[in-house]
């Protein structure tokens, strides 16, 4: 039964290590793009490794410590979670963006720290801990309001400043998918928040 946990615990590493990456990446110039890229479809790759995994097992588990949904639920939605993050650094690559501004460095911060919410919400799951979770799926919905608030300025100020209508549309797609992976932060919560329902 602990071993499905511990499969939970791998995909939220993973995925850890994949945010903390995106976020201290520093794209200076055009040479960087294509290794940025490059390593993000490795974390994303191994995330899809992972969550075939899992699903195989529940597969063929008869019992689990969580009902079978919640758990494939909190796997598709940490995966998507870095989908979206190499998503947006594939962006970067076929735009030819390395001119990363304010906003997008934002945007980074705030999903990075849902992810290490996420990452210490599964961890407490895996101990058991579950009256516990409630307080870092809090902050995981707290940062994803802040990440709303913030698509919104970032567009307004993309629509007033950029003359370029090809970086405008380029850079409102970056913005759009960075509050779409945050989107995802947040549903991942809503099931912890379920599991926590079910089983404390």
Do not use: W
């Not at 190499?86 to 705030?110: G, R």
């Not at 720290?113 to 996420?118: A, D, L, R, S, Y």
């Not at 307080?135 to 309001?145: A, D, L, P, Q, T």
Request: proline share 0%.
């Amino acid at each position: 039964m602990r071993k499905l946990f511990l499969m939970l615990l791998d995909i939220s590493d993973n995925l850890k290590q994949g945010g903390q990456y995106f976020l201290d990446f520093k794209i200076k110039e055009e040479k960087h793009l294509e290794e940025f890229q490059k390593k993000m479809k490795e974390y994303e790759h191994k995330g899809d490794i992972l969550v075939a995994e899992i699903i195989k097992d529940l597969n063929n588990t008869f019992i689990t410590p969580i009902e079978r949904e919640d758990a494939l639920e909190l796997a598709v939605h940490m995966d998507e979670i870095l989908d979206g993050l190499e998503q947006c650094a594939a962006h970067f690559y076929i735009y030819n963006v390395y001119e990363i501004d304010h906003f997008m460095v934002e945007f980074s911060e705030l999903v990075h720290k849902c992810i290490v919410e996420i990452h210490n919400a599964i961890d407490l799951l895996s101990q058991k801990k579950l009256t516990q979770i409630r307080e870092h799926s809090i902050k995981i919905k707290e940062y994803e309001e802040t990440c709303d608030i913030l698509e919104r300025v970032a567009l307004k100020e993309l629509f007033e400043k950029q003359n370029d209508i090809k970086r405008l549309i380029q850079y409102k797609e970056i913005y759009e998918l960075l509050e779409n992976t945050a989107d995802e932060c947040k549903r991942v919560s809503k099931v912890l928040e379920t599991v926590v329902m079910k089983n404390a």
